[in-house]
């Protein structure tokens, strides 16, 4: 364990968001047992109140999550030169095989959280919480996934060792180790560029369609979350050589330094509202809800729609400028 | 849109002026907030500053040393070694250094003596560094006697003082010539106190000193990103102590901030039940308190930053430097450069703002599902 103090605030964060999520899902499941809009009970009453706590502990628990998912990239990238090889946050992560696993729970969490908000916010549209069970049964669902990723994260931490000097010997450690491997490896260019403007064209025609004719909602949705996947794949292997203008550094992390302007910022943040957005039109589908919905449901997935549009639009946008603009170029046109 | 943004704003409007209703109760939040944020962003910056000054100042440090053992201990390597690493491919150049240490009874401070490899000093003068000259009281022209090893004092005319500008290297610094140092400590002439070795490709460095260890297996070569690496997690150690200490009183702070947001005096629950009453809901009042919550943070947060960086870069941070810089009788006097990156300000933002919010919350709620007509009726 390496006493760092962003490791004592992640490690920190993680502990209020598993307790938290515990609490809600607690409740959660009287909730779900003992709800009853029609009943004028004292217990309905509580539950009722409840429901506004919970709303905003989660609305905390998504903030915080998004923080922590940079916050974690971020202290991986400076624990760098602690390990021998390690170039940066690829490495980092390398150094045990918690390191990644974490990474993507956190990526996972942001976007169920974000989904489970716009159902929340769906339902407190309607008069009589059409989409309560169904909310609370799908609170309890992420609570695992959080309290993984709390373990998996202190796991990461906690077998940790910076390679440094003992008083025995200086460098035939550093010689003995093979160090961590500072490089990830991409998909072939040519697919992973055939993958992200096909999902990308699918995910905008059938966004028009939806938008339209509203149908193909779930379709709509499905091309989205395709989008986000084939984006990562399409950012690992080969937008961020473009941004780096170097032929082998496949490094989705670097793109969040200074030295390129802190514009990874910007693409993850298109990124993840794409995907929650879009995700949540294929969820709001799903779960459809009653009568009291039937106004502004629509709206709403209308309005998730566009801002998918926008999210996906935006990094495209940025990916397809750079590009364009950079003299440097990978050579295949 | 519009509409949203004027409720916000009519919210924010209200929640304002009822914190200036309620100074004291705010105030005294205010200051121990910025207090907790203060201490831990004062130990952050400082250690931060340390990381960078160690790594800026080990940018000059030789690419690879090499120390004899002798029985587990470090001991003075032979000359001779030279021609057998300089014989190894890729190594440019290897060269012995002269160094060791003077202890001064006189001010109960050691000194670090050192032969210069490429400054020339003439015969019986020294070179001093700023902090030697500032607690003997010396300048250019005196003469400072040491107690040589054989018990006889050796006196030696002082040529001049080192810059300031490397004073947190050279504050304890004495530059002498070989034979001085030689027969100063009586270190034999077929002996050194260590070897630096440089290298023609830098990604040779591990080979290089894979095949010094095993041509003279009683050495250790040391790697100059190794000492970097090792200082790094020293002081990362030392700042995640201190904060490990400070979560003790951060703790103490967050039930603190639970007191005084669930102490809700009965004149603030009569105002929340007449807001209810005349049509605000309970996701108003939340809004309400989230938005004091804010507002209290944003300020503790900032004073307490801009405090913390008072205190670190322009005082040297004369309350934790004794902790945190290390033991020594001579200390070097420097101002540590002002660094701060907004990874430190989010590490800060969730080591203080997160516990508090988070504290904050079943209190407010607590207070937003009041009753309005319980309460305005008692």
Redesign the interface.
């Known amino acids: 364990m390496?006493?760092?103090?962003?490791?004592?605030?992640?490690v920190?964060?993680s502990f209020?968001i598993g307790g938290?999520m515990i609490y809600s899902a607690f409740f959660g499941v009287r909730i779900i047992g003992r709800w009853d809009i029609k009943s004028g009970s004292e217990e309905q009453l509580a539950l009722e109140?409840k429901t506004?706590?919970i709303s905003?502990?989660l609305s905390?628990v998504f903030v915080?999550q998004i923080?922590?998912l940079?916050?974690y990239v971020?202290?991986a990238d400076?624990l760098h030169?602690?390990f021998v090889g390690a170039m940066c946050a690829a490495g980092s992560l390398y150094v045990d095989p918690y390191g990644y696993p974490t990474f993507i729970l956190k990526i996972l969490n942001c976007i169920l959280a974000g989904l489970w908000l716009i159902v929340n916010y769906v339902d407190?549209r309607a008069y009589d919480y059409p989409l309560i069970r169904k909310k609370y049964v799908m609170l309890l669902i992420l609570t695992p996934f959080f309290i993984t990723e709390g373990i998996s994260q202190w796991l990461y931490f906690a077998q940790m060792r910076?390679?440094?000097?003992t008083s025995?010997?200086?460098?035939?450690f550093?010689?003995e180790r093979s160090g961590v491997g500072s490089e990830i490896a991409g998909l072939p260019v040519k697919a992973a560029m055939a993958g992200f403007y096909l999902s990308l064209v699918l995910t905008f025609a059938t966004g028009l369609v939806f938008l339209i004719k509203e149908k193909w909602g779930r379709l709509f949705s499905f091309a989205s979350g395709l989008l986000f996947l084939m984006s990562c794949v399409a950012l690992v292997s080969f937008i961020s050589l473009y941004f780096y203008e170097l032929p082998t550094h496949h490094c989705p992390f670097c793109v969040l330094q200074r030295e390129y302007g802190y514009i990874g910022y910007l693409l993850y943040a298109a990124l993840l509202t794409g995907a929650v957005s879009g995700l949540g039109v294929g969820v709001l589908v799903t779960i459809r809800g009653g009568a009291s919905l039937s106004g502004t449901l629509p709206l709403v997935q209308r309005r998730l729609a566009m801002i998918c549009f926008l999210a996906y639009a935006m990094f495209a946008g940025i990916s397809i400028y750079r590009m364009v603009s950079t003299d440097f170029t990978l050579g295949l046109f | 849109m519009t509409s949203w943004i004027e409720k916000q704003r009519s919210i924010l409007d209200y929640t304002l002026s009822s914190l200036i209703r309620r100074k004291g109760k705010n105030i005294s939040l205010f200051i121990v907030y910025t207090l907790v944020v203060f201490i831990l962003a004062s130990?952050?910056f400082f250690?931060e500053a340390m990381k960078r000054e160690a790594s800026l100042i080990l940018k000059g440090a030789p690419e690879?040393v090499v120390q004899r053992l002798l029985m587990?201990r470090y001991d003075p390597i032979p000359l001779d070694y030279l021609q057998k690493i300089r014989g190894i491919r890729g190594v440019i150049s290897a060269d012995a250094r002269l160094w060791g240490y003077y202890y001064d009874p006189a001010v109960g401070a050691n000194y670090t003596v050192m032969a210069p490899r490429n400054q020339s000093i003439a015969q019986g003068k020294i070179i001093i560094g700023k902090g030697i000259a500032r607690v003997r009281m010396i300048n250019k022209g005196d003469i400072l006697s040491f107690h040589a090893y054989d018990g006889q004092v050796r006196s030696f005319t002082i040529d001049g003082e080192l810059p300031a500008a490397s004073e947190l290297v050279s504050a304890d610094l004495i530059l002498i010539t070989e034979a001085g140092f030689r027969d100063l400590f009586g270190f034999p002439a077929s002996h050194a106190t260590d070897i630096v070795v440089s290298v023609r490709n830098p990604q040779e460095?591990?080979?290089i000193?894979?095949k010094i260890?095993e041509q003279l297996p009683d050495t250790?070569?040391?790697?100059r990103?190794?000492?970097?690496?090792?200082y790094?997690?020293v002081f990362?150690?030392r700042?995640?102590?201190v904060?490990?200490l400070i979560?003790m009183a951060l703790l103490a702070f967050v039930i603190f901030a639970w007191e005084k947001a669930s102490g809700l005096s009965a004149e603030e629950k009569r105002e929340i039940g007449i807001l209810k009453a005349i049509g605000w809901e309970?996701?108003d009042v939340?809004a309400v308190k989230?938005y004091e919550g804010s507002v209290v943070s944003f300020f503790s947060f900032a004073f307490g930053i801009l405090l913390a960086y008072g205190h670190v870069f322009f005082s040297s941070a004369f309350l934790f430097a004794p902790a945190l810089k290390g033991w020594s009788v001579l200390y070097p006097d420097f101002r540590i450069t002002p660094f701060i990156d907004p990874?430190q300000v989010?590490?800060l933002?969730?080591?203080t703002v997160?516990?508090y919010?988070?504290a904050t919350?079943?209190p407010?709620?607590r207070a937003?599902?009041v009753d309005p007509d319980s309460v305005m009726r008692s």
């Open positions: 390496i006493l760092h103090p962003a490791i004592v605030a992640l920190l964060v209020l938290m109140r506004y706590l905003t502990i905390y915080f923080g922590s940079f916050l971020y202290t400076s030169n602690l407190n910076a390679d440094v000097i025995c010997c200086g460098s035939l550093s010689s | 130990a952050m250690t690879m587990g460095l591990l080979t000193a894979r260890s250790r070569p040391i790697i990103d190794e000492i970097v690496r090792t790094d997690s990362d150690w700042g995640g102590m904060i490990v979560m309970t996701s939340i989230t990874h989010g590490i933002f969730f080591l997160v516990p919010t988070v919350i079943v407010s709620w937003a599902i």
